[in-house]
């Protein structure tokens, strides 16, 4: 049964940091690409971060291009997203997602991911 774990989440204030991780029970979490999302209330999901399977490409959404950073550790089975000079407009539930797409085209679509986890939330406080 595959299954994604985010952590990392909580309240900090706006300028500060966090790492969330997703912990993946994926028996070729390899061949993924993995995906960061988010959902701020009465919002769609929206991209934040993905990273190929290789982890040699990422993507990120212009609204955190140049803060956030994407990573995988292939040993651990985890991809880790690093969030800096956190802004108010950055509160929202945090999902890890996984899917078989490669290349920024399909993979900021949620359609294009097959697992989800079930998010952590994310307050970032003025």
């Known amino acids: 049964q595959a299954q994604l774990v985010e952590s990392g989440g909580g309240l900090v204030q706006a300028g500060g940091s966090l790492r969330l991780s997703c912990a993946a029970s994926?028996?070729?979490?390899?061949?993924?690409?993995m995906g960061w999302f988010r959902q701020a209330p009465g919002k769609e999901r929206e991209f934040v971060a993905a990273?190929?399977?290789?982890?040699?490409?990422?993507y990120y959404a212009d609204s955190v291009l140049g803060r956030f950073t994407i990573s995988r550790d292939h040993a651990e089975n985890t991809v880790n997203l690093q969030m800096n000079s956190l802004k108010l407009e950055d509160t929202a539930v945090y999902y890890c997602?996984?899917?078989?797409?490669?290349?920024?085209?399909?993979?900021?679509?949620?359609?294009?991911?097959?697992?989800w986890g079930q998010g952590t939330q994310v307050t970032v406080s003025s």
């Open positions: 997602a996984a899917g078989d797409s490669a290349g920024y085209s399909t993979m900021k679509y949620t359609s294009s991911y097959k697992y």
């Open positions: 994926l028996r070729t979490f390899n061949n993924y690409g």
């Open positions: 990273i190929t399977w290789t982890g040699s490409s990422t």
